[in-house]
């Protein structure tokens, strides 16, 4: 069988599954893995779990803004890891 007609298994399917949900696989293998996820009912459970929370976290990022003071802290530390590598 070649490449393009490979059928993924389940392993590779939820070792691929954040790249999927995050679209950044390639086209032939964002089709395999969705393909696989589709009709897998062993994968469905972690596929939907992961789906689903990642969506929830992108909502609440979008509701809540850190304080100024937060950032500001995370800019410092990330300065003083930035010139300790230098």
Not at 7 to 12: L, N, Q
Not at 26 to 34: L, M, V, Y
Not at 52 to 75: K, M
Request: charged share 35%; hydrophobic share 35%.
């Amino acid at each position: 069988m070649s490449d393009a007609g490979k059928r993924c298994d389940c392993g590779e399917a939820l070792e691929k599954l954040y790249d999927f949900l995050d679209g950044e696989l390639p086209g032939a293998t964002r089709d395999e893995i969705g393909a696989h996820l589709e009709r897998c009912r062993a994968c469905w459970p972690q596929f939907n779990f992961e789906r689903l929370f990642l969506d929830r976290l992108a909502a609440a990022g979008e509701c809540c803004e850190p304080c100024p003071e937060l950032a500001e802290r995370i800019r410092a530390v990330l300065d003083l890891e930035g010139s300790e590598r230098s």
